[in-house]
């Protein structure tokens, strides 16, 4: 019996994460998400799913020690990246391709984890025709991004948020790309090559594509009483509203819940919650109106909806949502691919042949 899409099938076993689509649950190496976004920092969060357990203090420290050490790209990269603005390339393309220098210095998943931002960051100033920043060693994993991205030193409440974002994103089981970094995983390839895999499979919209369209809906709208209106002619124009539904989650997602309080957070400290409150209004809208004409089919808020909102409050161009997302996720990845290598089968499915049988090859016509 084929199963489109491996939909309902098992696998792999996982101690990483646990999705509970009915239930609306997110578990993250034993952790609720709503208790680990919110207070760990992401190298916390990254060594938890790699080692099963939280830091010492002392583990804590080197682990920060050495990917500070581990930020600057290989000359190949920086040149890769010059190319790919000069052709003015997606940045989730320029990561693609730069991504798959870093071998060239080392394959090992500190060294990935801590240069993906590098590249992110400096691309991003090189599409808009200025140098890249070189990382500091005095800051953390998300503030030095921050400071790449911008230039200056970002205050407290801004590292917090994007923290909280990436802890929220970091895994969330066999999605697509995950299961594209265990399959590579699997025949016995290197992690760089996994995760480039990855960041291919998250590069097609229907798998990274949904957070910006989620924050121009919202802009299109642009005040609370259009909300009914727009969302109205957008569902009976067969539109799907961006930020609603979700193929795992039946009802609403959890991790909605942490990025619109760690929004509040921000919007409230930058002193204008004009964007945050027209946001609320259109998601209550429009779990309203997709009950109304789609009854039953449960589509409810998803994290691409307030992941639009809380990365636009960090300043941060549409174009480079999914690259932050997979900042964040390629600690996932490289956490499944650790565990997939520890009890390693090569994943090779089966298929069902439905073509035709029972062909014959034409004789050749005679001299």
């Known amino acids: 019996m084929v199963s489109a899409g491996l939909e309902g099938v098992v696998a792999a076993a996982t101690e990483l994460s646990l999705v509970d689509g009915e239930h609306g649950e997110l578990v993250i190496a034993g952790y609720p998400i709503e208790e680990l976004a919110e207070h760990a920092t992401f190298e916390e969060t990254t060594w938890l799913l790699w080692h099963g357990r939280l830091p010492s203090a002392r583990e804590l420290a080197a682990f920060h020690d050495v990917l500070k050490d581990s930020r600057d790209l290989p000359d190949a990269a920086a040149g890769l990246l010059q190319e790919c603005a000069r052709k003015r390339l997606a940045p989730m393309e320029a990561l693609r391709i730069a991504a798959g220098t870093l071998s060239l210095s080392s394959d090992a998943p500190h060294a990935i984890v801590a240069r993906v931002p590098t590249i992110i960051a400096a691309y991003a100033r090189l599409l808009g025709d200025a140098v890249p920043i070189p990382p500091r060693a005095d800051l953390r994993h998300a503030a030095n991004f921050l400071y790449m991205l911008r230039g200056d030193t970002p205050d407290a409440e801004q590292v917090r948020a994007l923290e909280t974002y990436l802890n929220t994103v ?198």
């Open 170 to 367: 970091v895994d969330h089981g066999l999605n697509a790309s995950t299961f594209t970094a265990r399959v590579i995983i699997s025949t016995g390839s290197d992690l760089v090559s996994a995760v480039v895999g990855a960041l291919g499979a998250l590069k097609g919209p229907l798998h990274g594509g949904a957070p910006g369209p989620a924050l121009q809906m919202v802009y299109e709208i642009g005040d609370a009483s259009r909300a009914e209106s727009v969302l109205r002619r957008k569902i009976e124009a067969g539109e799907k509203l961006m930020g609603f539904g979700h193929r795992v989650y039946k009802v609403r997602d959890p991790r909605a819940d942490v990025l619109a309080r760690a929004a509040e957070r921000l919007f409230t400290r930058a002193g204008d919650m004009s964007l945050y409150t027209l946001a609320r209004a259109v998601e209550t809208e429009a779990v309203r109106l997709l009950e109304e004409y789609k009854p039953g089919r449960r589509l409810q808020t998803n994290v691409e909806f307030y992941t639009a909102l809380l990365l636009h409050g960090l300043s941060l161009d549409v174009a480079l949502f999914t690259p932050v997302f997979a900042m964040s996720r390629v600690s996932g990845w490289i956490a499944h691919a650790l565990e997939q290598q520890r009890a390693n089968r090569i994943i090779r499915p089966q298929s069902e042949y439905v073509g035709p049988r029972g062909r014959t090859w034409p004789l050749s016509p005679s001299a």
